[in-house]
Every structure is written in C-alpha cells, then in structure tokens.
C-alpha cells in the first residue's frame, strides 16, 4: 500500500515525512489512514497534480502547493502568492499543526 504522510512519524525503524510517499504493509498503511496520520496515496490530491515525494515544496507549482495544503488540512490565504502559499505550509509543518 503507498499512502502520503500528512505528519511526521518517527519511531526505532526510523522517520516519515510530512508530504512525502511511502510503500506499507496493508496493516500499517490501515492504522496510518485511520489514526488521520496519513491519506493513501492515490486519494492525495497532490499526487493527482504531479508532486513527488523528492520535489521540494519550493519546486511546487502555486496549483501543487494548494493541492498538497489540501490533502495535510492547511489553511492558506485566498489571495497569496506562492511565496506566501509556501511560508504557510512550512509555518504549519513547523508547528505540527
């Protein structure tokens, strides 16, 4: 099962990253979705517009970045500019939120 981290998990096996893909066991990628941890993959509406897990958000396009703010429940401003989408989604990660 592939699913998109919506927040950071780390554990003794290591770390996954907000935004980013990742190949589960069925069992886990379940406990992932259902704890709100995480979407499948093919439900990220920023899979859908081309992201990828190694692209930094800085190399999104505006459509991408509301996309991916879409799919980790962050809010950004109607108006903003890319730069402004950006700083949003990194202020958001920054603070778990």
């Not at 069992?27 to 859908?48: C, M, N």
């Not at 517009?49 to 429940?73: C, I, M, N, S, W």
């Amino acid at each position: 099962m592939r699913i998109t981290m919506k927040t950071l998990a780390a554990g003794p096996d290591g770390a996954r990253y907000p935004g980013r893909t990742y190949d589960v066991t069925s069992s886990e990628g379940k406990e992932l979705v259902e704890g709100g941890y995480a979407v499948r993959a093919e439900d990220d509406p920023a899979e859908r517009v081309g992201t990828t897990q190694d692209k930094p958000l800085d190399k999104y396009t505006v459509e991408q970045l509301r996309a991916y703010a879409d799919a980790h429940d962050i809010s950004l401003p109607e108006d903003g500019r890319k730069a402004d989408l950006l700083k949003a989604i990194q202020d958001a990660e920054a603070s778990g939120t």
